[in-house]
């Protein structure tokens, strides 16, 4: 078989409920000229079992590996991969036919650009669309550009994934050039289910991004997923050191005259810290709706944040400002803050 241009990688683990919808959206692309690298963590679901009916399919590369973290085996494909573009297809979603051939046009015809970025549908477990997205502040704030194919700076895209937690929202929807990953490296295998956020930062400064608006791949929200659905002290303290790690990081690109504004890396992880801040929920009314995560706060604040519990117990345990912050409204003014392009550059579909 020719090298494919494209590397679709399917890490999996006990999906097996998905992976005939996953496979028959995969398989069904438009686009021929790609290979499917997948890497089993011995699933005990039936899973490898049903991979092997594509075993004499050559588009199909199939392998396990030991269970070593979801993003462990995220690189245990891409490290296998052999097209110019990779594509991570997590086990459990889909994807429409066109995704591949659509996503491509739009990449190949920018030649300075390596990341591409098509738009999302979140589904529930049977696969209906939920209205999810919509309501989140980075949708807000993007506002008409969720709609319109575009050309996002990517200063501009680095300091969005810091302030809301990653645009992007799931690898899904994006496809890249491996040769990324020669300068943001591989996914950290030490941010539990975070380690997408922590990479699109750093991939982030590696190119501009190519945004096309067409809902051509899905997120399934269910019970089993790997990416928690609850916001708690130790979800926001893996955020912070994500940020905290690239910012740190002399080698991610970080612009020179960012460092020179005043208190720079606080107005970068001012949105994450206050996120961080209310998962403790200090505060009369949590206690008295949800009284063991209160308790629960109490213990982790004792541990990790001793001066906001005393302020707290100072104040009477009454909401703080700075557990919350304008989302949308703080995206616009840290653009100028720091002068980033802003703007999107409009492109024709």
């Known amino acids: 078989m020719m090298t494919p ?25 438009t686009f021929k000229e790609f290979e499917i690298v997948i890497s089993d963590n011995y699933s005990n ?3 490898w079992e049903f991979f092997q009916k594509f075993k004499g ?3 199909v590369q199939l392998a396990q590996a030991p269970r070593q973290g979801m993003y462990a085996n995220w ?10 573009y990779c594509y991570m ?34 589904i529930d477990e049977k696969g209906r669309a939920i209205p999810y997205l919509e309501r989140l502040p980075h949708w807000q704030f993007l506002g008409e550009w969720m709609h319109t ?8 895209e680095f300091l969005l994934h810091a302030w809301f937690g990653t645009i992007w929202f799931s690898m899904t929807s994006v496809l890249f050039e491996r040769s990324v990953l020669e300068r943001a490296g591989y996914f950290r295998t030490d941010l539990c289910s975070h380690a997408d ?47 905290n790690s690239v910012l740190d990081d002399e080698k991610a690109g970080i612009p020179e005259t960012w460092r020179r ?14 996120y961080y801040l209310s998962s403790f929920r200090l505060w009369s009314k949590a206690a008295l709706k949800t009284p063991g995560l209160f308790l629960k706060g109490l213990v982790d604040a004792w541990r990790y944040e001793p001066a906001l519990l005393w302020s707290q117990a100072r104040r009477g345990f009454k909401w703080s400002d700075s557990f919350d912050v304008d989302r949308v409204r703080g995206a616009g003014e840290l653009i100028k803050l720091f002068n980033a392009p802003w703007p999107p550059t409009k492109i024709s579909p």
């Not at 097996?16 to 028959?24: G, V």
């Not at 690189?75 to 991969?81: D, H, K, S, T, V």
């Not at 501009?208 to 269910?222: E, G, Q």
């Open 5 to 29: 241009l494209v590397s679709v990688c399917l890490p999996n683990l006990n999906t097996r409920p998905f992976l005939e919808e996953r496979m028959e959206t995969l398989l069904a692309q």
């Open 45 to 47: 679901d039936g899973a």
């Open 57 to 59: 399919d050559p588009r």
């Open 75 to 84: 690189n245990e494909c891409l490290r296998r991969a052999r097209g110019k």
């Open 89 to 122: 297809a997590t086990s459990d979603d889909t994807c429409s036919p066109t995704l591949l051939e659509k996503m491509l046009a739009a990449l190949e015809r920018l030649p300075d650009v390596r990341i591409g970025v098509c738009g999302l549908q979140v």
């Open 149 to 156: 194919p575009s050309i996002r700076n990517s200063e501009t």
């Open 197 to 243: 956020q922590e990479w699109a930062m750093r991939a982030a400064l590696c190119s501009d991004v190519s945004f096309m608006p067409d809902r051509l791949a899905t997120w399934r929200y269910w019970e089993g997923q790997g990416t928690p659905h609850v916001l708690d002290v130790k979800t926001t303290r893996i955020w912070l050191e994500a940020i």
């Open 261 to 274: 504004v005043k208190d720079w890396d606080r107005h970068l992880l001012a949105s994450k810290r206050a």
